[in-house]
Antibody
């Protein structure tokens, strides 16, 4: 059974940093691309960042480019999102999502339950 | 960036109704289009990928069609468990983008 468990969310002051993690199990992690998607309270889904199987192809939403960094550790079956210079508009539930194949152009077939990031002074 | 426009943003329907939601891309995305269902307080669930392929385990009352810039999601006979918000998403190129969502209500 595919499981994606996000962690690392919490309350952080504007301008500070936070690192999210996603622990994956139930599939061969290094065979698949992975993504982060967020949802602000009461709002729609926003894709944040994606990474292919070997970290050779990475993409970011314009809203986070230069502030967020996605990475993965295939030996640990883990996905990460380093978030720097956090802003109020970054406050959201952050989901980890599994790609349907190893490369960039794949659908998302499984999602975690999310970790909440609150940005407030 | 590719913009995804969904319509309607909300709709009222009854059990047994046939429901169609449309999604338009601001430029051609071939068939790199997915549909997701989200219920309140829950993570999104994948329904359709490659515009018309049903995700494993998803009932056949859901169907997708389209290619290029215009796509549709159809629910053939609405059931109580189908009342939710539906999102389209393009994964043709970074940055991936979602539509604004369609809330299906009674």
């Amino acid at each position: 059974e595919v499981q994606l468990v996000e962690s690392g969310g919490g309350l952080v002051q504007p301008g500070r940093s936070l690192r999210l993690s996603c622990a994956a199990s139930g599939f061969t992690f290094d065979d698949y691309a992975m993504h982060w998607v967020r949802q602000a309270p009461g709002k729609g889904l926003e894709w944040v960042s994606g990474i292919n199987w070997n970290s050779g192809s990475i993409g970011y939403a314009d809203s986070v480019k230069g502030r967020f960094t996605i990475s993965r550790d295939n030996a640990k079956n883990s996905l990460y999102l380093q978030m720097n210079s956090l802003r109020a508009e970054d406050m959201a539930l952050y989901y980890c999502a599994k790609g349907g194949c190893s490369s960039t152009n794949c659908n998302f077939d499984y999602w975690g339950q999310g970790t909440l990031v609150t940005v407030s002074s | 960036d590719i913009q995804m426009t969904q319509s309607p943003s909300s709709l009222s329907a009854s059990v047994g109704d046939r429901v169609t939601i449309t999604c338009r891309a601001s430029q051609g995305i071939s068939n790199y289009l997915a549909w997701f269902q989200q219920k309140p307080g829950k993570a999104p669930k994948s329904l359709i990928y490659a515009a018309s392929s049903l995700q494993s385990g998803v009932p056949s009352k859901f169907s997708g069609s389209g290619s290029g810039t215009d796509f549709t999601l159809t629910i053939s006979s609405l059931q109580p468990e189908d009342f939710a918000t539906y999102y389209c998403q393009q994964y043709n190129s970074y940055p991936f983008t979602f539509g604004g969502g369609t809330k299906v209500e009674i």
